[in-house]
């Protein structure tokens, strides 16, 4: 089934409208779905029906209702069971058979909690968080890391594709949350180590950005090097993925490694690291501005 194809029949809700939501919600508008929004401040749901096809409910119930796809992205564990099975949750109202996707970057255990809910309501749930930041977002490249039932998955792959371009089940549900902190605790290490390797070629009086030129073009290049190695010379960070989010996340990988004994180390380190930086005043900054901390010890 195609996403043309669904845009016809298939309809839509998205709960949640902050910097990623909002453009997201909006790439399904602008692929011919049907969409009814709703976000805690309503205010913000007013701007994105006034700039894209669509409209608004008061409540996540009343978004969710008679819909075929319920689309969620939200701040964290609290916050997606709240707008899930809280007062005038969208699961109180959805229609036998529907998919819930939650893009909200969430624990697993959530995930599973939620799915059971889900299951007792006669509604499907998918967990599919997402990277790419929210440039991903705004530019419809997201990459989506999907728990769940492989039929319903298929069923909403298409329709996740108007803003991601590689989207993938990686399991059962909570497999795209274990995914996500696989993709946090990854981006941990490579910033730190990019961080202390920017400021060592400070300190030996190298020309940072010729050796970014340089190794970029061997086996030290990374997403975070070709996007972040300049603005991080630059000392600029007021953009991109914020250390308090960051520290969110990581806080939750932490948490399952503890669960199931796995060992962070670089991870846990790390996450200390971005604790400085917010008592610095960067809880806002980008999660390169790491290197401030080399730089000001």
Wanted: proline share 2%; hydrophobic share 45%; charged share 20%.
């Amino acid at each position: 089934m195609n996403s043309a194809n669904n845009s016809k029949t298939i309809t839509t809700a998205y709960l949640g409208l902050g910097v990623m939501g909002y453009p997201m919600a909006g790439h399904l508008a602008n692929n011919g779905y049907q969409v009814c929004v709703y976000n805690r401040t309503a205010q913000k749901a007013e701007k994105w029906v006034s700039e894209f096809s669509g409209h608004l409910a008061p409540t996540p119930a009343e978004a969710a209702q008679n819909v075929d796809v319920v689309f969620a992205c939200v701040g964290n564990d609290s916050d997606i069971e709240e707008i899930c099975c809280g007062e005038n949750g969208a699961f109180s109202s959805m229609q036998a058979g529907a998919v819930f996707v939650d893009h909200t970057t969430a624990s697993a255990s959530i995930a599973r909690t939620l799915s059971d809910e889900a299951a007792k309501a006669g509604i499907h749930f998918i967990d599919a968080p997402v990277s790419g930041g929210q440039a991903g977002a705004e530019n419809g490249v997201l990459t989506i890391m999907a728990g769940g039932d492989a039929q319903v998955f298929e069923k909403v792959a298409p329709v996740m594709a108007s803003y991601g371009r590689a989207v993938t089940l990686m399991g059962a549900v909570g497999s795209g949350q274990l995914t996500k902190m696989v993709n946090q605790i990854s981006i941990a290490g490579l910033v730190q180590g990019l961080s202390e390797a920017l400021n060592f070629a400070t300190k030996v009086g190298l020309d940072e950005k010729l050796v970014l030129d340089v190794i970029s073009k061997g086996a030290a290049q990374s997403w975070q090097m070709e996007n972040r190695g300049e603005t991080m010379v630059d000392d600029e960070f007021e953009f991109g993925f914020a250390v308090e989010w960051m520290r969110k996340d990581l806080g939750i990988c932490l948490d399952e490694a503890n669960a199931t004994g796995a060992r962070l180390p670089v991870t846990a380190l790390v996450d200390q690291f971005y604790a400085e930086v917010i008592a610095m005043g960067g809880s806002r900054w980008d999660t390169s501005s790491l290197i401030r901390l080399l730089r000001n010890p």
